[in-house]
């Protein structure tokens, strides 16, 4: 990888750690621009603010995230942004449904600089990075990839609604929190349940929650 400006967003709400990433980016992309977010509605102000954003560093377990809602969340509305998922876990399963949700590497928060600024070099080439012996397991990730796919079909708006659904908000809330009309809240909920192959807001409700319990 060349030594090219590269912006990058790391989001993680211990400091140790992101000064950890930190340093990798930098002795990997000594011109990189690093921009820091403790909370997972701190990284999306980020990527408002930053349109030529190309990679974040995302911690699995932190505020505002749960589960790998955020990383599916950014994937839907940002298709273009490579994200890694960080975390303490180190479980096999958890680390293939990150890959299979869209990450493109997970490093556990045991690796070392020289690990994570390999990793940095292996994501910035187009490929995808895990920590040694592990093996992507398709098999096991079916259900993770069904709804990953089901997913990708919404708009961010949509998954907004969806989001909101799973929370128990009606549509009138909905309308209220989004600055929209309730009749176009009906139209999206109506898109989302034909998009996701569902019969209903409970359907829908229960596969987005799958998403908050997949790294269990």
Request: charged share 25%; hydrophobic share 40%; proline share 4%.
């Amino acid at each position: 990888m060349s030594l090219e400006t590269v912006k990058i967003a790391i989001a993680d709400d211990h400091p140790l750690f992101r000064t950890a990433l930190i340093q990798a980016a930098k002795k990997s992309l000594p011109d990189s621009q690093i921009i820091e977010a403790d909370s997972f509605e701190s990284l999306l102000k980020v990527i408002n603010d930053h349109s030529d954003l190309e990679l974040i560093f995302l911690d699995l377990n932190m505020p505002g995230n749960d589960g790998f809602t955020g990383l599916t969340r950014i994937r839907n509305a940002h298709p273009d942004i490579q994200i890694v998922m960080v975390s303490a876990t180190e479980d096999p399963h958890v680390i293939n449904k990150a890959i299979s949700l869209g990450a493109c590497g997970y490093i556990p928060k045991s690796a070392g600089l020289d690990e994570i600024s390999n990793a940095i070099d292996v994501v910035l080439d187009g490929e995808t990075w895990l920590p040694a012996n592990i093996d992507i397991m398709e098999d096991e990730n079916s259900e993770a990839t069904e709804i990953a796919e089901k997913l990708s079909k919404l708009t961010p708006a949509q998954y907004k609604v969806l989001d909101m659904i799973s929370n128990g908000l009606l549509n009138k809330q909905i309308a209220y929190e989004m600055h929209i009309q309730e009749p176009t809240v009906k139209n999206h909920v109506s898109a989302i349940l034909q998009k996701l192959a569902v019969n209903n807001r409970t359907q829908a409700s229960t596969l987005f929650q799958k998403l908050k319990q997949l790294e269990q």
